[in-house]
């Protein structure tokens, strides 16, 4: 599923407009994306948990020619899924 047909979804879900799902989607992506940026993890109970980690830098291979790089530290988002989420995708 791509963007457009998860606001179609939302529009027909919710009764709205695909104009207006399409703002309440990117509203909630910019939510999310700020508060991760801020450091803060975002919670959805029933969904999941969106959260940043720290990767540190470490050393890593080549493996085209064997040569040993040094890699970065950054930080990365994780999704943990929710119970709920969980078990609905396991039926």
Do not use: H, W, Y
Not at 55 to 62: F, I, L, S, T
Request: proline share 2%; aromatic share 4%.
């Amino acid at each position: 599923m791509n963007k457009s047909e998860l606001v179609k979804k939302i529009a027909d879900a919710a009764g709205l407009t695909a104009a207006d799902a399409k703002k309440a989607l990117d509203a909630t992506t910019c939510a999310i994306k700020e508060a991760l940026v801020a450091g803060e993890k975002v919670q959805l109970v029933g969904f999941g948990t969106f959260a940043t980690k720290e990767r540190p830098a470490r050393q890593g291979v080549n493996p085209a020619n064997g040569k040993k790089i040094q890699i970065a530290a950054k930080t990365v988002v994780k999704f943990n899924a929710g119970s709920e989420f969980e078990e609905a995708v396991n039926k």
